[in-house]
């Protein structure tokens, strides 16, 4: 799930508490807790900061006290007694500096400088229930922005969550080119619907150029031969079939880690949660395959049912996203879910049906490495290199074997092992050893850093804070989204918009349209209704049954998946831009009338069974 890394509430220069001049061009915000030991030691580098940057630079301070702590809870209301802006940071600066550790002792001299009692939670006043109500503004503000731990700072506007030291704060407020690129990649992938944009985008251009004059070259650009030459042997692909066949394999590997994830810790761990979606999927594939071979002439064509059967996950999803409110969260974890399935579906069906002749001698060494894989899961190696190194000869055996190479992926993702959750109270006893031991050597770690043992520590305690199936999905995930699928419209999606292309392929084409716009809702529903009808599967009330047609429609946005599994269904060149078309326009038809459907349908009415 993206979290967003913006500041929920803007600086407001009458309201906030402030050092700096008001039009200054860098601000600072930092959510801290008067008894938080890190908030305390943070502020010596602020300080630094502050004096390094002078003019340049904005201080704001809001109060997020320490969870289940009393005296930071108090501290934070007393200040907000000050009456004007120098007694506010002297009262500030007293509470955190004042002792090693917030006492009492520290909040009564506090009181007495401010001349003001100390809050009678029996007896509050007026100055004592505007204090109150102060703080939780800047609790909230705090839980909006995820501010997850204290202190949490915010740079013109944006998260910052890099190291404290005041180097590092200062080249990060100074903000230079790497560091706005930077801002800009973590704003533009933490708006959800950025995946399905960045696809859009890329799939526009493919049209484009391929009916622009650079069409040849744009073209012959997919059939340029990479190759890998060691001694006498040689592997040779074209770029496109590097792209399909291999690049496309992180795309599986993901979708392996996220099918893993659901089954076990996700939203299908439960079989009453899991059901619906389930149902959903099976329903969502099944009738449009029907549909479609109902309205293909037998021959050549009846192969490509497997194309309407995909939903792609990116555009259902981003346009969900983007409606807002008006679609209930729990709307979205359906479809999602539903996808999730849908992808599973579509990975069976590409290697049953739309594999070449299988090379038992490849197909048997695929699955020693499958057995080695299994033994590395089994005797718990948590290192992910190994997994990887077998993962590359796994989809090299795949390819060869004659099964589709993107299977490696799927395969793959079910042995990269899952842990235990980490004690984390442990680790950071652990942590904390470990750096108040370096910090001792003074001298010596200001001229060459930590010392080896200790940075040894430092990274096995980074690498057990998550499984590696975990930070394998966080890393390829993003990759998969924003580079992977991307290159893959690119590479795929270009077709030439001319008659010919649509000459004696219109039944091919009808049915494609007709199992995405038609079929898909129909099944996906139909499915839906028929178990929860027989009391297999619940619907949750956040959602009516109209909204539940309008994310059916969504699924008929097929896309990536239609568009790899018909380059596969459609070995002749025509028979695939026909497919592609029909898939652009199905897609988009979909798109508008899941839309229409979802933006004025009421979640409120139609809770119950169909």
Known sequence: ?????????PVDNNYDHMLGPENAEITLVEYGSYACPHCRAANERIAQVRDQLGDRLRYVFRHYPLTGSDIALRAAELVEHAEDTKTFWDAHIALMTRSEALTEEDLVA????????????????????RAKARVQADVKSAQVSHALVTPTFFINGRRYDGPWDESSFTDAMLGGPSHRLQGLALDFAGWAPSAGVLLLLATILAVALTNSSLDVGF?????????????????KMSLLHWINDGLLTIFFLVVGLE????????RLASIRSGALPVAAAVGGMVVPAILYVLLTPAGAWSHGWGVPTATDTAFAVALIVMMGNR??????????AAAIVDDIGAIIVVAIFYSSTINFGYLASAAATVGALALLNRTRVYNVTPYVLLGVVLWACVLASGLHATMAGVILALFIPTRPPPNLTALMVQADAILTTEAQRSGEVLRHGPSLPAIRALDAIHDRLESPADRLLRNAGGRSSYVVLPLFALANAGVALTADTLTAHEPLMLAIIVALVIGKPLGLVSASAIAVRLGIATKPDEYSWRQLIGAGALAGIGFTMSLFIASQAFPAESDFAAAKIAVFAASIVSAILGVAILWNADGRRGRGSP
């Open 1 to 9: 799930m993206k979290l967003s890394s913006k500041l929920n509430r």
């Open 110 to 129: 506090v009181s007495s400088d401010l001349g003001v009692p100390l809050p009678d939670v029996g007896e509050a006043s007026e100055a004592d229930e």
């Open 219 to 235: 073209l012959a650009l997919w059939e340029q031969y990479l190759s890998i030459s060691i001694g006498g042997a040689e592997f």
């Open 259 to 266: 099918i893993k994830r659901e089954f076990t810790v996700g």
């Open 327 to 336: 679609v209930p969260a729990e709307l979205r974890v359906f479809l999602t």
